[in-house]
Nanobody, 122 residues
Framework: QVQLVESGGGSVQAGGSLRLSCAAS????????MGWFRQAPGKEREFVAA????????YYADSVKGRFTISRDNAKNTVYLQMNSLKPEDTAVYYC???????????????WGQGTQVTVSS
């Protein structure tokens, strides 16, 4: 089973950018669809973006569409989330997750990273 470690979180002003990385252990990374989710204080965890195993298909939550880009490098066992034009409402702990099949439903994901904090100030 793959293990996931996120990095790249931090504090940024509104309008700024961050790139999150999620490094996977093991040699089976390319077998998994990958997703990014986030959880803001006092709120439930929500879907952000997902990418197929090959990287040929992506899907985004409406709240981030046009601002965030998910990508993956199977040779490096890493999935990325490029976040541009950040807003204060993007403040949350961001998690990457792995699933056997491409999905926007977090219940389909059975492996999760520990999360990385993103804070956007106005």
């Amino acid at each position: 089973q793959v293990q996931l470690v996120e990095s790249g979180g931090g504090s940024v002003q509104a309008g700024g950018s961050l790139r999150l990385s999620c490094a996977a252990s093991g040699r089976t990374f390319s077998r998994y669809a990958m997703g990014w989710f986030r959880q803001a204080p006092g709120k439930e965890r929500e879907f952000v973006a997902a990418i197929r195993r090959s990287g040929g298909w992506t899907y985004y939550a409406d709240s981030v569409k046009g601002r965030f880009t998910i990508s993956r490098d199977n040779a490096k066992n890493t999935v990325y989330l490029q976040m541009n034009s950040l807003k204060p409402e993007d403040t949350a702990v961001y998690y990457c997750a792995a699933a056997a099949t491409y999905s926007t439903n977090q219940n389909e994901y059975d492996t999760w990273g520990q999360g990385t904090q993103v804070t956007v100030s106005s």
